[in-house]
């Protein structure tokens, strides 16, 4: 009662006008302080906006580069790769780590340079942010998944051969910037392709625009059905099929197999359908491979040669940066990976990349690269050399490119390595 009684009293005391006047003072006070709040805290956002724009735009793009190509050299093969067993299905989880190596080395960096600025700018602008052409790879790498990228269908595949070099080609092409490779072999137009487009997407890594996605299968190249179902995903992908002398080729195939099944027969005996009569068992996988010609001729019915390129396994392992130069040029990169990358190993038999600078040793292959192969009869050398040489003629014609094997015969003598 109180309470009520002072209340009576101060409103009987003080004139309605002016309590109204002095209510509406505080408030008009209240309202003008919380507009130049909201415009200072306006302006300030404003200049973030355009401070973030000026450095995602210009300074992060440049120091992005920069850093890119600074450590592409230090992408090297990892931990030794598993040899791939009958189904070459089984994942090597170090070829897996170097194939986001890139990203890892940069994803970091990336989110502290740009994270922030990126969400500003684009609220401001009310839209997403783009960019010209111009180190559009880099751009992409601020205005990205989570996952740095996109997942794309391959623009080029190492279809074959079996045995000739194709996993030293992709370890090599992986240490390019702009390439982005499965480390596996995804076997998808030979034994997965029921399982869809969108399944064969999903093993790919993530990329940036201006990279390469690739894969490496070689069993592709002696697979019937894989020309036409590759046309049928793109028919301007571009094909790589690394060759090698086909009797080495066969020997080295039989000793990797041999390694895993000792009890096999001799080279000798599966190589013959007769030994006496000197007939060749041309539908043993190891020397059907071999033929060259036979398979390229499925290959050129839907693909012309410009979207081919054969690299040859014997250069591979002589000059390997200029087999990479090659390379690089025909998919359409920076020569990046040159003879700086590479050392040769004297024990291996075979270039090594070389070990990058945070590293105590060198990259190689693993241990199932490199073996022994077991001597061979060399009247069966000189009979597979001469069943051989009709198909490689015909292959030299195909390719316009003479590989001169018939130089090699002696090739296959004891201790020769793959």
């Not at 009520?4 to 209240?30: A, D």
């Not at 090599?172 to 910037?177: D, E």
């Not at 040669?305 to 392992?317: C, D, K, N, Y």
Request: aromatic fraction near 12%; include cysteine; charge should be positive.
């Amino acid at each position: 009662m109180a309470f009520w009684s002072s209340t009576s009293v101060f409103t009987s005391k003080v004139p309605r006008k002016i309590l109204f006047m002095f209510t509406l003072s505080l408030s008009v006070t209240y309202l003008f302080y919380s507009l130049m709040s909201c415009y200072n805290s306006f302006q300030f956002q404003e200049n973030y906006v355009y401070q973030g724009r000026l450095v995602t735009e210009e300074t992060t793009f440049v120091t992005l580069r920069e850093k890119l190509y600074s450590t592409s050299s230090q992408v090297y093969l990892d931990e030794e790769f598993v040899e791939s067993t009958a189904t070459e299905q089984t994942i090597a989880v170090s070829s897996v780590r170097n194939s986001v190596g890139i990203d890892e080395r940069t994803a970091g960096w990336v989110r502290a340079q740009a994270a922030t600025t990126r969400s500003a700018a684009a609220a401001a602008a009310g839209e997403p942010l783009e960019f010209s052409t111009t180190d559009s790879e880099l751009r992409r790498a601020v205005n990205c998944t989570s996952d740095y990228g996109v997942k794309k269908l391959p623009q080029a595949i190492i279809i074959g051969v079996k045995k000739g070099g194709t996993r030293a080609l992709l370890e090599a092409l992986r240490v390019h910037p702009d390439v982005r490779a499965v480390g596996n072999e995804p076997h998808f137009f030979d034994r997965n392709y029921e399982k869809g487009l969108d399944w064969y997407r999903e093993l790919m890594p993530s990329t940036l625009e201006g990279q390469i996605t690739m894969e490496k299968t070689p069993s592709y190249f002696v697979t019937n059905s894989a020309p036409k179902r590759i046309h049928s995903m793109a028919r301007d992908i571009k094909l790589i099929i690394v060759v090698r002398n086909p009797v080495t080729r066969a020997i080295s195939d039989y000793t990797q197999t041999l390694s895993k099944r000792p009890e096999i027969p001799t080279f000798e005996v599966l190589a013959f359908k007769n030994r006496t009569l000197g007939l060749i068992d041309a539908s043993w996988s190891a020397l059907r491979i071999g033929i060259y010609a036979l398979h390229l001729e499925s290959w050129m019915q839907y693909f012309p040669l410009s979207q081919m390129h054969f690299v040859s396994g014997e250069r591979l392992i002589v000059d390997p940066a200029g087999e990479m130069a090659k390379v690089q040029d025909f998919l359409g990169l920076k020569r990046i990976v040159t003879d700086k990358h590479f050392y040769f190993n004297k024990t291996k038999g075979f270039p090594c990349l070389k070990k990058p600078e945070d590293s105590s040793t060198p990259r190689c292959l693993g241990k199932s690269k490199g073996r022994t192969h077991p001597k061979i009869d060399p009247d069966v050398i000189r009979r597979l050399h001469k069943f051989y040489k009709p198909f490689n003629m015909m292959f030299y014609q195909m390719t316009g490119q003479n590989f001169q094997w018939e130089l090699e015969e002696d090739g296959n003598s004891p201790g020769f390595r793959d």
